[in-house]
């Protein structure tokens, strides 16, 4: 059996004595697609014949075993054979089966292998059944094999969480046999030699505490059970795991995999992966080969530190400066804070985290930058100061790449400042810069490709998704959501209230409604840019002076305790009756015959006004493509990932339906009708 278009069998068939040895070589990743699963059953299906076989071997080319099932597949009606058609070969098999785990065994490569007689696995082996965050469960025996195993507790955990063990926790928990140092393959060759069958499935249900898995799995789906039903779905399928004959409960889960598989949240999930893995390559730079080992941060705020914190916990040395003393010893003690605590909830483990923070340094003299192959500038978002700032570290990391983490202002503009301009990229990061996925990679004019090579690499190597923009005001990210702010800005103007606006769109899946981030952020941040607007003459067409009002009443946000909400010293918030009657005031000042909004024309008229915008984007070449207007309004402003993003939305509306929402979306700007460029720009996607 070949991969479609490629010479080299999917799955080559080798003998070592009388056992049979199958390897699985599908590149990049070893997905098993089709030709992987064909040449396996007919692996088995040798197996099975020969009399001469004393077992078979499953093994990975390449240092991987199987990273999951071929996601490309599962748009459409899954070719077969069906991986549980061949895991049930396997099983019925007389022979036993030995799975030889070195890499990623993912989602249905676990499943492959936990229909399997035995495990072994290298030390570098990785497991983990990921199919929750594409929005399905697994679909082949995931849930039923692994609770025998690990017990029900650990196997939802990892369903639920899509977390991925190293081989030695895969060892503890049950799921692998042994962990082998030396030749995997050759004791897996040994051992099917030696075991008879084994399988998983009859095994008996470790017995378990009921309430404690109770309170167990509350807690476990709770976060996820709000935005995906596959969590929630895959907890049922955990729960009664045991409880009945496991071809009955194998069918139900293949049956809600289907089901799932086919849903619209599933598609947008699927949509969002590909996007994330094409945005970095749009502009034709490969990463560079070599990892940043050795990086300087200048500016030691809350950007700075979380940066640092960023670069270290990746692998990197890094050295934080600020001018002031105080505040570098101050920022260190934050950025091993968030080492430590990011080792307390179990994002790091003890050695990566003691690592991280003996790697971290910080000074304030701008010579300690020495050595660095990457210095990223975090100071405040004035062009002056940056420019100062760059040009004194140009001068002590002659050859270093130099990266500005600005929010509005030009790149290119700034690195003319500099003896070399081909040196300076854009490294826009969202904070908290440690925990938010998104960086707008931006290249000024003149930026060398190598730069925008090791900005690539350091952003990859931080596990963050790298979107390319255009050097123009705001980029992407910030672009769209400026507009989608001033939007639900109108439809307080319009008829709703800020209450209702932000109910509206967390139903939708956002974590929190444009009010309340409005609040959480500080209402004088976009005030300073409407200041800017204001000073440049750009005033949008329709202006909405009720954030002005409210910051000119103090209500400047959470931390003021009042912002379009009220807090209570909890953070709690609550309806202000001085904002609503604000609200009403001002649709009277401006004539504004108020309409009764329903959820539906709150989210259609919020999110159009974001694909109105990523439209204007890549019309104006500041985005290459509209899946990168997805990633960052994914990665970086909370939109819901399980909606694939505003471009990805407006492309699954009826066109019609679609035409109108961008209609009242300009006619509420007060702007010309711009469906016609949404609708050829979406054609384009
Ligand atoms: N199906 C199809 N293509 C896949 C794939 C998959 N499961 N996993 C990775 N790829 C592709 C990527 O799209 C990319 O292709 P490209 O080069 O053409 O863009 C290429 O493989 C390399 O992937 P990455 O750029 O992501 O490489 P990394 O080395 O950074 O990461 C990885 C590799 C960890 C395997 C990561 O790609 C990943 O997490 N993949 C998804 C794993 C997963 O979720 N598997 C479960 C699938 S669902 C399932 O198995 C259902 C079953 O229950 C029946």
Redesign the pocket.
Known sequence: MTAPGDARPAVRQETRGDVLVLIIDNP??N???QAVRAGVLAGIERLREHDGLAGAVLVGARG?FI????????DGVVPDPL?PAVIAAIETCPRPVVAALDG?A????L?LALGCDARLATPQAVVG???V??G?????G?TQRLPRLTGRAAALDLIVS?RRVGAAEARRLGIVDDVVDDDVVEAAVTLARTIGKRRVGDLPMPPEDEAAYDAFEKAATAALRRTVGAAGEAAELVRTAGTRPLTQALLDERAR?DRL?TSPEAAALRHV??AE??AP?RGGVRPAVQPVTRAGVVGAGAMGVGIAVALATHGASVHLIDRDPAQAERALGQARDLVARAARRGRLDTEAAERASRSLSASAAIADLGGSQLVVEAVFEDPDVKAAVLRSAQEVVPRAVLATNTSYLGVGRLAETLDDPTRLVGLHFFAPAHVMRLVEVVAGERTAPEAVALALRAV?DMEKCAVLAGDSEGFIGNRVFAVYRRHVEYLLEDGALPAEVDAALEGFGFAMGPFAVADLSGLQIAQSLRRRWRATDRLPARYVDIPDELCDRGRLGRRTGAGYYTYAEDGTRSVAAEVTELVLSESRRKGIARQALDRGTIVTRAVAAMAVEGARAVAAGVAAHCDDVDVAMVNGFGFPRHRGGPMWWARQQDPDEFAAAVRAVTEAAHEDDLSELVAEVLRRA
């Not at 990273?67 to 599962?74: C, L, Q, T």
């Not at 993912?106 to 490569?109: I, K, T």
């Not at 399905?136 to 082949?140: E, Q």
């Open positions: 990049p990743v997905a098993s697609s991987s990273a999951g099932s071929d996601i490309s597949e599962f991986l990623l993912l989602g249905g490569g499943e059944l990921p199919e965050t594409l399905m469960v697994p679909g082949a995931g899509g995999f598989r992966f590909f893995r094409a390559r990859r």
